[in-house]
T-cell receptor
Framework: GQQLNQSPQSMFIQEGEDVSMNCTSS?????WLWYKQDPGEGPVLLIA?????ELTSNGRLTAQFGITRKDSFLNISASIPSDVGIYFC?????????FGTGTRLTIIP | AAGVIQSPRHLIKEKRETATLKCYPI?????VYWYQQGPGQDPQFLIS???????DKGSIPDRFSAQQFSDYHSELNMSSLELGDSALYFC????????????FGPGTRLTVT
C-alpha cells in the first residue's frame, strides 16, 4: 500500500528550540493534515492543508502543502514542554487517511 | 466542544471471542471512519461510512464488520478474535465526505489473550 515517509523518526531538543519535520510520498494527495498523539490517546488535529503551495499557521505551528502535492512540512517554533509527543502527517485521498511513520519529539530538560 | 466518544475505552477478550466497539461522532458529523493502530505503528484505515452507507474500505479483515446507524453512531464488530487483533481502535468523524477534516476519538484499547 501507499507509504508516507516521515523524517526525522525522533528528535531530542531543548525547550525554546525550533523544530522541523517533513513527509514525502510517491503518491499525490488532495489534502495534507498534521496530527499530534500522546501515548494511549487519539490523534489531535493540528493543521489541515487543502491547496498545493498553501502555507498555514496555527499559533507556533506552521505547515506547508508541497507544490507537487507529494510532500508537506511542519515547523514548531519556540518549543515548550507540552509539545512532547508523536507527530503524524496524514495524506487524504477519497475517504481514508494514510499516515506517516511519525516523529517522536522529546524535550531535554 | 463535544468530541468523538468511543466505548468501551478498554476491552479484554480471549481468542475466538467476539467484540463490539461503539463510536458516537461529533454532533452534526455524518461521516465516521475506523482506524487500527498497533503498538509503535501509525493508524491504519479500516472502513468508513457516510449517511449509513459504506463509503470506503481499507485493510479490514473479513472477520470484522461495521455499520452506521440512523443517529450516525457506528459499531465495529469483530469476530473470531486473534492475538494479532490487539491494538488501539480509533473512530474519527467529519462533517461531510471527501476533503474534510477528520477528528479522532480517544480510542478503544483491545487486548486479546
Amino acid at each position: 500500500g501507499q507509504q508516507l515517509n516521515q523524517s526525522p523518526q525522533s528528535m531530542f531538543i531543548q525547550e525554546g528550540e525550533d523544530v522541523s519535520m517533513n513527509c514525502t510520498s510517491s503518491s499525490i494527495f488532495n489534502t495534507w493534515l498534521w496530527y499530534k498523539q500522546d501515548p494511549g490517546e487519539g490523534p489531535v488535529l493540528l493543521i489541515a492543508l487543502y491547496k498545493a503551495g498553501e502555507l498555514t499557521s496555527n499559533g507556533r505551528l506552521t505547515a506547508q502543502f508541497g507544490i507537487t502535492r507529494k510532500d508537506s512540512f511542519l515547523n514548531i517554533s519556540a518549543s515548550i514542554p507540552s509539545d512532547v509527543g508523536i507527530y503524524f502527517c496524514a495524506g487524504q485521498q477519497n475517504e481514508k487517511l494514510t499516515f506517516g511513520t511519525g516523529t517522536r519529539l522529546t524535550i531535554i530538560p | 466542544a463535544a468530541g468523538v466518544i468511543q466505548s468501551p475505552r478498554h476491552l479484554i477478550k480471549e481468542k475466538r471471542e467476539t467484540a463490539t466497539l461503539k463510536c458516537y461522532p461529533i454532533p452534526r458529523h455524518d461521516t465516521v471512519y475506523w482506524y487500527q493502530q498497533g503498538p509503535g505503528q501509525d493508524p491504519q484505515f479500516l472502513i468508513s461510512f457516510y449517511e449509513k452507507m459504506q463509503s470506503d474500505k481499507g485493510s479490514i479483515p473479513d472477520r470484522f464488520s461495521a455499520q452506521q446507524f440512523s443517529d450516525y453512531h457506528s459499531e465495529l464488530n469483530m469476530s473470531s478474535l486473534e492475538l494479532g487483533d490487539s491494538a488501539l481502535y480509533f473512530c474519527a468523524s467529519s462533517l461531510g465526505t471527501g476533503i474534510y477534516e477528520q477528528y479522532f476519538g480517544p480510542g478503544t484499547r483491545l487486548t486479546v489473550t
